[in-house]
């Protein structure tokens, strides 16, 4: 089986940390109520783990989505390996938002958007080739 696997989605990272930044820059600046500071240092320290473990899992190649001739094989949110038959996708379509570059896989019954992993051009040739890369 001829698999390729997707590379690491720098953009989602960089925008993440950003994000993170932005949120602690805004709780120093900004005197909230006891239980608001509470609420965003939770949403903070939430995110932060979210960002590093994704990350983490992504430099090890655990958190990677692999494409082959047969179909899709990625990571759902909470970690768990699935794989989409390529008779289910209907098309594949890649979006950039702000910096990060996000694949938009259209399958009959539902949509999955990859964040953290990003076609390579091998992958969007072959795909364009087979008729299912939309830009």
Not at 57 to 72: H, K
Not at 92 to 109: S, Y
Request: net charge positive.
């Amino acid at each position: 089986m001829y698999e390729i696997k997707s590379s690491i989605n720098f953009g989602f990272y960089i925008l993440a940390a950003s994000i993170i930044a932005l949120l602690v820059s805004i709780s120093t600046v900004f005197n909230f109520t006891a239980w608001l500071e509470a609420l965003e240092i939770m949403l903070i320290f939430t995110l932060s783990l979210f960002v590093v473990v994704t990350l983490i899992q992504t430099l090890i190649g655990r958190r990677r989505s692999s494409w082959c001739v047969n179909g899709l094989s990625y990571y759902n949110f909470l970690g768990a390996q699935k794989y989409v038959p390529v008779e289910q996708i209907q098309q594949i379509k890649v979006h950039t938002i702000i910096c990060c570059k996000v694949t938009h896989v259209k399958l009959e019954d539902k949509n999955i958007f990859l964040f953290s992993c990003k076609l390579t051009t091998q992958q969007k040739s072959r795909l364009a080739q087979l008729g299912y890369f939309a830009k």
